[in-house]
């Protein structure tokens, strides 16, 4: 099991990433009674053989681990999701893309704490290849959003270490701004 | 410090690439650290985190940082390889973020290797008599 929620997000977000898409949008929404986290793609796809096989731990994809038989990363997200008072559901089509979609129970006591927002959507925007990727965040009706190809734009690039940096300062203060936002504190 | 816009961003970039521009940059580092699901569980998002802040730290803000998936060594994560001019291609395991922050400052800025996280003896199980 991972740590955090942001750790279920960024899992699930590289297979997006990996799956050949040029377009990933990730919402991470904390409503009144629940946390949302919404992952969908225009990547390859799955027949819905592979999507029912890809919610079993005893699966991979056969291109990436040719010799390895477990596949962790959605039944991870699966199991923690129905045992936090949350749904989950998947939908994909082949060639035109997979949506994950999780909810967790805000209040209930099992549900993973948020883990690092900031550093995980950093981090996902510095992987390797010409993705976009929109980044949606909302806390009690507070929002913001973040494009991989505006920080690109600001930076010219995303893979020294200055640069990830600097996104990450400028994503911490649109964080840092909501959670103000919201507890009205000085 | 308040709510960034995008043209804030691009002035923070134009000041440090002017700084950087100042002086003889060695482009030659890479480091890659594996982020499947067994990085993360094992805490590689920490120390991607810890290693950048180190790396900016350390004033080597032109390591080319990467993240690839499993590589294999689940048992050891999080793993971090590290490719740099005159210095030995190294993996390193059970790399937490301390460790991170001392392969910044040892491997990277002072060209010596941190011995007792390299990964010299993968799965003896495989490996021939």
């Known amino acids: ?186 | 410090m308040g709510k960034m816009t995008l043209a804030d961003l691009k002035a923070m970039r134009d000041d440090k690439k002017k700084e950087i521009d100042r002086r003889e940059t060695d482009k030659s580092v890479t480091v890659i650290i594996g982020m499947g699901t067994c990085g993360i569980a094992a805490g590689a998002k920490a120390t991607f985190d810890a290693m950048i802040a180190e790396l900016n730290n350390c004033d080597v803000v032109d390591v080319v940082v990467k993240q690839t998936g499993c590589m294999g060594f689940c048992a050891v994560e999080p793993t971090v390889q590290v490719i740099a001019s005159g210095m030995p291609t190294t993996i390193y395991n059970r790399v937490s973020a301390e460790v991170g922050v001392r392969i910044v400052k040892e491997h990277i800025v002072g060209g010596k290797l941190v011995s007792e996280h390299v990964y010299d003896n993968p799965s003896k199980d495989i490996l021939a008599d």
Do not use: W
């Open chain 1, 1 to 186: 099991m991972h740590y955090s929620l942001s750790d279920y997000l960024a899992d699930i977000a590289h297979n997006s990433i990996e799956a050949k898409s040029n377009y990933v949008k990730i919402t991470f929404c904390e409503f009144d009674k629940i946390i949302e986290i919404v992952v969908s793609d225009n990547g390859c796809g799955m027949d819905e053989e592979t999507v029912r096989k890809a919610q079993d731990p005893f699966y991979t994809d056969p291109r990436k681990h040719a010799a390895r038989k477990a596949g962790f990363g959605l039944p991870f997200l699966i199991q923690a999701a129905e045992t936090c008072e949350g749904t989950f559901s998947i939908s994909s089509e082949m060639g035109v893309g997979t949506k994950v979609r999780c909810t967790f129970g805000r209040t209930c006591i099992d549900t993973p704490p948020l883990g690092e927002i900031v550093s995980t959507v950093t981090a996902l925007m510095a992987m390797d290849g010409g993705y976009e990727l929109e980044f949606v965040r909302s806390l009690d009706g507070e929002e913001y959003s973040v494009k991989r190809s505006e920080l690109l734009e600001a930076l010219g690039e995303l893979e020294t270490a200055g640069s990830i940096n600097m996104a990450r300062i400028y994503v911490n203060s649109l964080e840092e701004n909501i959670q103000h936002n919201k507890t009205g504190e000085a």
